[in-house]
């Protein structure tokens, strides 16, 4: 009994505690925006452009490029830790698109492209660096899932065009992933082949994508789809045998939900 109330105490102590932190993090982050939002020297802000909140590194960016040209701002961008160097991209390319843009244009390095580019999300040159980005194998999972949650911003039918293209070649997860939010149900044409693929990430994005995509409508050719689906399923069980890899069973059985929404499944051993 001695025990059972002593984990309830505790049970207690830990969720009060919890809410304090919570608490005390809210009203630390308004202190904070409230100081910012008084800032009149760009000095006064340079405590905030390192701060792990994202609320307040977006809101001292902004007010940087407020009170600062956003010519004198453009060098440092390339100077400054990666979340600031997004965040004050972002607040660039609401106050000067143009200059951004232009920036972009001259630049070569692939690194100081795609900053410039967290800043031109709305803008078909700062899309086209970004689908190029999440496309590239050569870069961190890391840079190439900031760059797909850039794209948040695009709208979808500027993102679509060059993510068709960007298919052209193998593709990464967070390519698929794109085409997932952007695409439409012919377009899981595109994603089938790579459910075959030995990569285990990239098979199952093109899992994830064709199912986000028949939530859309019927492809043109379903049984198209559903035969390169098939195919993945016969490749992953040629390699991975029922119950040997979990997570190979996993995506087989996400294969065959695809394959009944597409029409008849294969006998291909589960």
Not at 143 to 156: K, N, T, V
Request: hydrophobic letters at 45%; one cysteine or more.
């Amino acid at each position: 009994m001695l025990r059972f109330l002593l984990v309830l105490v505790l049970g207690a102590l830990i969720v009060l505690a919890s809410f304090s932190l919570r608490a005390f993090r809210a009203r630390l982050r308004a202190r904070r925006l409230a100081a910012i939002a008084r800032a009149t020297t760009s000095s006064e802000l340079d405590r905030y452009l390192t701060a792990r909140d994202e609320t307040v590194l977006e809101a001292a960016c902004a007010r940087l490029a407020e009170l600062a040209p956003a010519e004198d701002l453009l060098p440092t961008l390339h100077t400054r830790a990666p979340e600031t160097a997004r965040a004050l991209a972002r607040a660039l390319g609401r106050k000067s698109p143009k200059l951004l843009e232009q920036a972009l244009v001259a630049e070569d390095d692939p690194t100081r492209r795609l900053r410039l580019a967290h800043g031109l999300a709305t803008n078909e040159a700062g899309i086209r660096v970004l689908v190029e980005a999440l496309a590239s194998q050569s870069n961190s999972p890391e840079d190439r899932g900031f760059a797909l949650d850039a794209l948040e911003a695009s709208p979808r039918e500027a993102v679509l065009p060059h993510v068709r293209a960007a298919l052209a070649n193998p593709p990464t997860p967070e390519l698929l992933w794109a085409l997932s939010d952007a695409g439409e149900p012919q377009d899981a044409l595109l994603a089938a082949p790579h459910v075959a693929t030995d990569s285990f990430p990239v098979a199952s994005s093109a899992c994830e994508t064709i199912a986000a995509l028949l939530d859309r409508g019927e492809p043109p050719d379903p049984a198209r789809v559903r035969e390169l689906v098939a195919r993945g399923k016969t490749r992953i069980r040629e390699i991975h045998p029922p119950r040997q890899n979990p997570l190979a069973d996993e995506l087989v059985l996400r294969l065959e939900e695809l394959e009944e929404r597409l029409g008849t499944r294969s006998s291909v051993p589960a």
